[in-house]
């Protein structure tokens, strides 16, 4: 099979093939640092070698539990946040038909809804009423049980799910998946005797798709994930390859980093395809949680073309010259749809009549790159043979490994992330918790200022 290619001409042209050469003794190091599990962060590595690691036991055992909650559900919520949820919801959106949720769901089929990503009390109450009359089932997802947002939605659900359904069946349609020995989940999966998947220790929640945090509600959702992993697997290979011109993952990390030495502060990952809009999600959090520390790091940014062409296209054509794009083009769209002739003309589309939708799209993405590239912006392309589970696997394989070597050229942690308990911390001391006492003061004495 055909393997996701990425194109780098439109970048060469802001800089030099030989400076772009000189990172391969920095990327060879980054590499061997990653296999050899010498650099910071070391003990989260656990990705690395996921997709070829993966048995087919495991697989069984997740499409087993997928299918009794399809057997047994209308509806089942994915209660996470970060990478306990965006993951899943990447691939699922981006396989799924865009207007399923109008139509009559068959037996079987499920719909997939996502909670405890926010504190929203209108989001959670309006959830929770739509449930009201519905056979629904809960995927909790969090490795500790007390992070705030997904443990709140987690009670309400639960509770809901208990009365509505019964203690028995909740048992049957809650599964959690958590840490393997401690933690509030873990003892309420136990105590509940809740189905359990394990979150790895050594995979972080930005890198977890490929573990039962995404493989159960893709699953779920009616999708292969033997195919996902597959693509994973395929694309590990490949970006194990020593030279980095070959290698896909090390080049894209080489580029990018050489470009933000020259200014270029924003990357904008940008679609054609309305399908990955949960995906660049994926991706942002993915490089912002990686490389955004040490007061470094590339801001990760996302549009949906031609949408957002009507919005952000003339800061982008125009704007301060601190950004560069890197698109993902779908070679092949699934369906097909060719202009009707008009006779009247009255919108002067004739020119267009017996085209398929696809062309007109494929020209705007190109006519959109050159303008682009006119006008300063620097363009790498990211080209998918077609949308489907293997290829789905193949990317979110690529950026991983891309993220890792970037974040290693950057001399940063590329798995940790310290400022994400900046908020946590002010919150908790608001809301008088427990053992926030000073905190609580001292925030306190700021806001009386």
């Not at 997904?150 to 049957?172: D, H, I, S, W």
């Not at 789905?392 to 798995?415: H, M, T, V």
């Amino acid at each position: 099979m055909e393997n996701i290619q990425l194109s780098i001409e439109k970048a060469l042209g802001f800089i030099s093939k030989e400076k772009l050469a000189s990172y391969e003794p920095k990327v060879r190091t980054c590499m061997e640092t990653l296999e050899k599990g010498t650099g910071l962060g070391n003990d989260f590595l656990g990705w690395l070698h996921l997709p070829s690691s993966i048995t087919q036991e495991h697989l069984n055992d997740l499409k087993a539990t997928a299918n009794v909650l399809r057997e047994n559900c209308e509806v089942v919520v994915v209660a996470g946040i970060g990478g306990s949820y965006l993951g899943a919801r990447a691939v699922i959106e981006a396989l799924s038909n865009s207007l399923a949720w109008l139509s009559e769901k068959k037996a079987g089929q499920p719909v997939i809804l996502f909670a405890g990503n926010n504190i929203s009390e209108d989001y959670l109450y309006e959830l929770t009423e739509y449930l009201k009359d519905k056979k629904f089932g809960v995927i909790n997802i969090s490795k500790s049980g007390t992070t705030t947002e997904t443990a709140l939605a987690f009670r309400l659900l639960k509770e809901q799910c208990e009365k509505q359904r019964g203690k028995e069946m909740a048992r049957k349609v809650i599964v959690a998946i958590t840490d393997a020995k401690k933690g509030a989940a873990r003892i309420t999966a136990d105590k509940e005797g809740y189905k359990s998947f394990i979150i790895p220790d050594n995979v972080g929640g930005r890198f977890s798709v490929l573990t039962p945090v995404g493989l159960l509600p893709i699953a779920v959702a009616g999708f292969d994930i033997e195919q996902l992993i597959n693509g994973a697997r395929d694309m590990e290979t490949v970006c194990a390859n020593e030279n980095m011109m070959e290698n896909p993952a090390a080049l894209y990390a080489a580029i990018r980093n050489e470009l933000y030495q020259t200014g270029k502060k924003i990357e904008i990952l940008v679609n054609f395809q309305p399908k990955l809009h949960y995906f660049m999600e994926w991706w942002k959090q993915l490089y912002g949680e990686s490389e955004g520390k040490d007061h470094k790091g590339i801001y990760p940014s996302s549009v949906d073309f031609s949408t957002d062409l009507h919005s952000m296209g003339q800061w982008i054509q125009e704007g301060e010259r601190s950004i560069y794009e890197t698109v993902v083009s779908i070679e092949s769209p699934e369906h097909e749809l060719r202009v009707p002739t008009d006779e009247e003309n009255l919108d002067g589309l004739n020119f267009l009549a017996g085209k398929r939708v696809d062309e007109i799209n494929k020209m705007a993405e190109l006519g959109t790159q050159l303008a682009h590239v006119d006008g300063g912006v620097p363009n790498m392309r990211i080209s998918v043979p077609k949308l489907d589970e293997y290829y789905l696997g193949q990317l979110i394989y690529f950026f991983e490994k891309a993220c890792g070597i970037s974040g290693y050229i950057l001399d940063i942690n590329p798995f940790n992330q310290p400022g994400v308990e900046a908020y946590k911390k002010n919150m908790f001391a608001l809301l008088n918790k427990p053992g926030y006492e000073e905190a609580s003061k001292a925030i306190q004495a700021r806001l009386t200022k």
